[in-house]
């Protein structure tokens, strides 16, 4: 082999490993009874830290159910996903239909610059846990979503329907974890067509701040896509090819950070 050849070979390979768009994740054999009640001390050790997007994630899975948590130590990603909202997609390793669970929705018309002020102690400092507590008061219900952010279920918070989402902010961390109802959960009414062994493409996506129109009206308003949406109301491509409205990823804000976007490709345990 030549060294132009060789060159070529190398470049190509360098452009192969650049292009990947995701990390690859092993979801953990559920060991011990997972409690969902907005706290990490079920996940030591298996949370796994993004340096970029200052979240650590961690996944855990039965047969019957799939786990994970979110947890981050930055204000600026607790903000965008109470504000904003987080939509969760996941996709089937068989190319199934992509859904995405949508918890918190986006809070509109409210303006960032008054969220983190939402509560404050004798000193005057902002008390994290209380605003994020005041924050959820509105937040009672866990929508699921085709990929053009159409409504295909709606389940209230603390249903028997096996979803359960719990969000908390403890020593001054932002924490969010769930409980997913997977393919073998012949309970669950409506449960994600996954199963133990297979791979998932899991994404978390924030919405952003349309600056020009919250400006405009004084608060958070939604892209040109409409709705309520937790997704991502800009350009960029994610799971699902084009996006709508706005342009350019993310775009800054009055948070001075673009979205949260993160995807993962997860392994689920026997």
């Not at 979240?55 to 979110?70: K, M, P, S, T």
């Not at 706005?246 to 804000?253: D, L, T």
Request: with cysteine.
């Amino acid at each position: 082999m030549n060294k132009k050849l060789i060159l070529v070979v190398g470049l190509s390979l360098i452009s192969f490993i650049g292009c990947s768009s995701s990390e690859i994740m092993l979801s953990n054999s559920v060991e011990n009874k997972i409690t969902v009640d907005g706290s990490h001390e079920d996940w030591n050790g298996k949370l796994k830290y993004f340096e970029d997007e200052k979240v650590a994630i961690g996944f855990q899975n039965d047969n019957e159910n799939l786990y994970f948590c979110l947890v981050s130590s930055d204000k600026s990603n607790a903000m965008k996903i109470m504000s904003l909202g987080l939509t969760v997609w996941f996709q089937p390793e068989s190319d199934e239909q992509i859904l995405g669970l949508q918890y918190p929705k986006r809070m509109d018309k409210v303006a960032p610059q008054n969220l983190m002020g939402k509560n404050r102690n004798q000193n005057g400092n902002t008390d994290f846990e209380m605003t994020i507590n005041a924050m959820m008061q509105n937040q009672g219900e866990i929508l699921l979503v085709d990929e053009e952010h159409e409504i295909i279920y709606a389940s209230p918070i603390g249903s028997n329907d096996g979803y359960n989402v719990k969000i908390s902010g403890a020593n001054q961390q932002f924490i969010y974890e769930a409980k997913i109802p997977i393919g073998n959960n012949r309970l669950a009414q409506m449960p994600i067509n996954i199963f133990p062994e297979e791979k998932v493409i899991i994404e978390f996506e924030t919405g952003e701040i349309i600056l020009g129109e919250m400006k405009k009206n004084g608060g958070m308003q939604q892209g040109k896509g409409g709705g309520q949406s937790g997704g991502m109301q800009g350009g960029g491509q994610g799971l699902r090819g084009d996006m709508q409205g706005g342009s350019g990823r993310g775009g800054s804000s009055r948070m001075g950070m673009e979205r949260l976007n993160l995807d993962v490709e997860v392994k689920l345990a026997k």
